[in-house]
């Protein structure tokens, strides 16, 4: 069952691969296969984790048993009723006619999203990173245990370095996507340093990403070469 | 009827989800339960939704022999067999030597890994026809993708042998990666924030209304 195993997916693996010289029917073949089992796999998986686990096990509680050995018996929660509503609703979306319904459990999504994005990209993607660079540029104090008293550590001449440029960066980057002034004069020329920061970040985002697809890559030929053909030992 | 109660779901959802956070107690803490409990069963629904519209659209193929009409019959063979199996095996379909497992992993890891592989492919192409040196931005997009590239694998490090530890590529690029991108990464993730931190108010105050479609 192994080697079956390992041949259904080094067949399927060539099949995607073969997509690199053109678009053919063995692509097309484990590309179809490759949609049906993605979405019959989150199906699947969304059942029994939400509906079956959240859903009916709150309805429909099972008796516990503790470390004591005691039964432990839960209330049913019948308000997940009203989220089971909003699922049904959903779905109604198939049904032309009264597919408008499908607003309701949508608009309570985007709500949820909402609300919560508001909140968590303001503290953490806000927030906290205006915190991490309000920093100490040069030294900072810290507290001598010979004398207990603080005194100044400097920083050496690379972390200044280092500190100086990820302050100004972040700075002149947030020049550049202030667009309610012209960037002429002082400000356009904040703005043009704030665009070479973003342009190292793209190139180094761009080499970031190529490599992890390198390393996805190497993977399958490690498969194809060691798993299904045994050519490296 | 068709607009003003989406409105009034999305206002006072949204509403909870922010005042909950200031006033983590009854009887926000409990609707925030409530609301993230909602949440899972709409989107196992949603997920629902789009397989099932899915498996319309194949129908469709199929019943009108439309181009590639074959390959329909196996998105719709597929995924019958990985549900069926599913609910078969019942709660423990993950468990190990369960049919669910080895579709998992030797049929959906598979593809999926490879289908993100053969990228890397088509991101050499664009970029050996993008990357030209043509300005100085241009050339810094060049030079920080190049050393990150090169400082990630050992013969960024056997070229650069003949540095001091601290100077070869690797260093280069974690230097490149925390610091200057770092600090180009915090413009834009600010500026990203703040998007989406007013788009997301604009949704909640009903002020912003595309969501809800035409009509």
């Given at each position: 069952?192994?080697?079956?195993?390992?041949?259904?997916?080094?067949?399927?693996?060539?099949?995607?691969?073969?997509?690199?010289?053109?678009?053919?029917?063995?692509?097309?073949?484990?590309?179809?296969?490759?949609?049906?089992?993605?979405?019959?796999?989150?199906?699947?998986?969304?059942?029994?984790?939400?509906?079956?686990?959240?859903?009916?096990?709150?309805?429909?509680?099972?008796?516990?048993?503790?470390?004591?050995?005691?039964?432990?018996?839960?209330?049913?929660?019948?308000?997940?009723?009203?989220?089971?509503?909003?699922?049904?609703?959903?779905?109604?979306?198939?049904?032309?006619?009264?597919?408008?319904?499908?607003?309701?459990?949508?608009?309570?999504?985007?709500?949820?999203?909402?609300?919560?994005?508001?909140?968590?990209?303001?503290?953490?993607?806000?927030?906290?990173?205006?915190?991490?660079?309000?920093?100490?540029?040069?030294?900072?104090?810290?507290?001598?245990?010979?004398?207990?008293?603080?005194?100044?550590?400097?920083?050496?001449?690379?972390?200044?370095?280092?500190?100086?440029?990820?302050?100004?960066?972040?700075?002149?980057?947030?020049?550049?996507f202030y667009f309610s002034k012209e960037h002429r004069g002082a400000f356009g020329g904040t703005a043009k340093v704030g665009i070479f920061f973003i342009m190292i970040t793209f190139g180094a985002s761009f080499g970031y990403t190529v490599m992890s697809r390198m390393s996805l890559l190497i993977g399958r030929a490690d498969f194809l070469l060691f798993d299904w053909l045994g050519l490296v030992r | 009827m068709r607009r003003e109660i989406p409105l009034a779901i999305t206002g006072i959802v949204g509403v909870v989800f922010v005042v909950q956070y200031f006033i983590p107690h009854f009887p926000f803490s409990r609707m925030n339960d409530w609301f993230s409990d909602w949440f899972s069963i709409v989107q196992a629904c949603a997920i629902w939704l789009g397989a099932l519209n899915l498996l319309k659209i194949s129908a469709q193929k199929i019943a009108a022999r439309k181009s590639d009409w074959i390959y329909s019959i196996v998105i719709v063979a597929c995924f019958f067999l990985i549900v069926i199996i599913g609910f078969i095996e019942g709660e423990s379909f993950r468990g190990q030597g369960t049919a669910f497992s080895w579709l998992y992993d030797y049929v959906y890891t598979p593809l999926s890994a490879t289908m993100f592989a053969i990228l890397a492919f088509f991101v050499a192409s664009a970029s050996y026809r993008a990357f030209r040196a043509r300005n100085f931005e241009a050339t810094l997009l060049l030079g920080a993708a190049f050393f990150v590239m090169l400082g990630r694998v050992p013969v960024g490090d056997m070229l650069t042998a003949f540095l001091p530890d601290g100077y070869r590529l690797s260093a280069l690029a974690s230097w490149v990666m925390n610091f200057p991108q770092a600090a180009g990464q915090r413009a834009i993730m600010i500026g990203i924030a703040l998007g989406i931190v007013s788009t997301s108010l604009r949704i909640i105050l009903g002020i912003e209304r595309s969501h809800l479609g035409g009509e």
């Open positions: 069952m192994e080697h079956f195993a390992v041949w259904v997916a080094a067949f399927l693996t060539l099949g995607i691969v073969s997509f690199l010289y053109k678009d053919n029917p063995w692509y097309k073949l484990s590309e179809a296969i490759f949609v049906g089992i993605s979405a019959g796999y989150w199906f699947v998986v969304l059942f029994w984790d939400n509906i079956y686990g959240k859903f009916w096990n709150g309805i429909f509680p099972e008796e516990l048993i503790d470390s004591a050995g005691n039964v432990v018996t839960r209330e049913p929660d019948y308000w997940l009723l009203v989220g089971a509503v909003l699922g049904t609703l959903m779905l109604l979306r198939l049904i032309p006619k009264i597919g408008w319904i499908s607003r309701w459990p949508l608009a309570f999504i985007i709500g949820c999203t909402s609300g919560l994005y508001l909140i968590n990209y303001f503290s953490s993607n806000m927030m906290r990173q205006v915190e991490a660079t309000i920093m100490p540029l040069v030294g900072h104090w810290v507290l001598d245990p010979a004398t207990s008293q603080n005194a100044f550590s400097a920083f050496s001449g690379a972390d200044i370095f280092s500190n100086l440029v990820l302050v100004i960066g972040t700075f002149t980057g947030l020049v550049y | -």
